[in-house]
């Protein structure tokens, strides 16, 4: 319960409760917050291959919802006059297999543990019956060597807006273009589950 005091009221305060979009009561005995590193420097570089995913597993019971994923683009590599673009996109179950686990940092390491699968590959994670959505960010990759950007990818505050992963959801790191050898997303993935 969230108190604000009224001024010049006396004794009187406003009471106020966090809901989610469900309408159930949010707090910080039922929050769990964590976060997880993003590492992506391609060595397989064809369009559409995805690099990276976390999954909201079917049967979880729990819904996850993004707050912000801090990636910053470079490019270590030879000079190119084509730029590589990755894209970021919601997909339904079955989730991306194979690659190499991720393992996510409690924000509290008291609550409970995460429920949330997170993979990530070079060479690029196996997509057979993957059903991705529209793309909703995309992030390009100057290819030239020390250029760079940290986009604001932050889905806390605004309005309700929360990027949220229901039971057999989840997001892909993908490649929209073809990569250039040598490019680079660096940063990290912060949600809570509730």
């Known amino acids: 319960m969230i108190q604000f005091p ?3 009221s006396g004794q009187k305060t406003i009471r106020s409760e966090l809901h989610d ?19 992506i420097i ?10 990276f995913m976390i999954y909201n597993p079917v049967g979880s019971g729990r819904k996850m919802a993004i707050d912000k994923i801090p990636l910053a683009s470079s490019f270590i590599g030879t000079a ?14 079955p989730p991306p297999t194979g690659g190499t686990a991720v393992t996510p940092l409690p924000f509290d390491s008291l609550k409970p543990a995460t429920i949330s699968s997170l993979l990530f ?19 390009c990759v100057v290819s030239q060597v020390n250029s760079g950007v940290v986009p604001d990818m ?18 892909a790191i993908s490649a929209e273009s073809a990569i250039v050898a040598g490019c680079a997303l660096i940063g990290s993935i912060h949600w809570h589950e509730y």
């Open 6 to 8: 009224l001024f010049n």
């Open 42 to 51: 391609p060595s397989t570089t064809t369009i559409e291959t995805c690099y």
């Open 121 to 139: 590959s070079q060479s690029g994670l196996t997509m057979t019956g993957v059903v991705l959505q529209p793309y909703f960010h995309e992030i």
């Open 21 to 39: 979009s469900g309408g159930n009561p949010i707090n910080r005995v039922n929050i769990n917050k964590f976060g997880a590193s993003v590492e």
């Open 154 to 171: 932050s889905f806390v505050g605004r309005d309700d807006e929360e990027l949220i992963l229901n039971p057999g959801e989840g997001i």
């Open 80 to 93: 190119a006059s084509t730029r590589s673009t990755f894209k970021l996109q919601k997909f339904t179950t």
